[in-house]
């Protein structure tokens, strides 16, 4: 079966600038995650999905990122004005959930540098 | 929230050697994974393990979840194991089902 699909692989933007993202998942996966990574670290969770609604938002910076699920599939992340700060690989990952298993496999990235 | 912790933070090994990857965690969880992460970035599942032992080819892990704790095992290791080593966790009772917490990763080098 086909992985999780994002685009576009790298993107280097001004700060100020504005950017999106895109993820199609695993065919069949209900649940859709966005993570940041930043240089160093473990990823870190931006935002969950289960079909189109948001389960958990709590660590996106809602001044400036945004997401959405249209049809509960594609998902597309945005970040506006992006800073410096936001330097980072954009990760998207899916998982089924059935019963109690929620594997969770992930996307080749996106790696944004804002100078 | 839950904490995760990876030992040892680096490792440097010659090929064929065996090497023993630690993940300590602070709270029950409902799923545990390892991933390989790539020099291109991609991170690759190696094992979802949230109790119990499985073996895949060179690798195998261990997950004691009453203890708090899983094992990452590479046996005869090749320069193609390189790469950063995470081990991710979903806490168990948490609002967000499916949701990771991943440790700050193992970088393990292998030298031929």
């Known amino acids: 079966e086909a992985g999780v699909a994002q685009s576009p692989r790298y993107k280097i933007i001004e700060k100020r600038q504005s950017v999106a993202f895109w993820c199609n998942p695993i065919s069949g996966h209900a649940t859709l995650y966005w993570y940041q990574q930043i240089l160093g670290q473990g990823p870190k969770l931006l935002i969950q999905?289960?079909?189109?609604?948001?389960?958990?938002d709590s660590q996106l910076p809602k001044d400036r990122f945004s997401a959405e699920r249209l049809k509960g599939v594609d998902s597309t992340l945005k970040i506006q004005p992006a800073k410096l700060e936001d330097s980072a690989v954009y990760l998207c990952a899916s998982s089924r959930v059935t019963g109690k298993n929620t594997e969770a496999f992930f996307g080749q990235g996106t790696r944004l540098t804002v100078v | 929230g839950i904490q995760v912790e990876q030992s040892p933070p680096d490792l440097i090994l010659q090929e064929g050697a065996n090497s023993t990857l630690r993940c300590n965690f602070s709270?029950?969880?409902?799923?545990l994974q390892w991933f390989h992460q790539n020099p291109w970035g991609q991170l690759i599942n190696l094992f979802y393990?949230?109790?119990g032992t499985k073996q895949n080819g060179r690798l195998s892990a261990t997950t004691v979840a009453t203890e708090r704790y899983s094992l990452l095992y590479i046996s005869s290791s090749q320069t193609t194991d390189s790469g950063v080593y995470f081990c991710?966790?979903?806490?168990?009772?948490?609002?967000?089902?499916?949701?990771?917490?991943f440790g700050q990763g193992t970088i393990l080098t292998v030298h031929p």
């Open positions: 991710a966790v979903n806490r168990a009772g948490g609002t967000s089902y499916g949701k990771l917490t």
């Open positions: 709270d029950s969880v409902n799923n």
């Open positions: 999905f289960q079909n189109n609604g948001v389960v958990d």
């Open positions: 393990i949230p109790s």
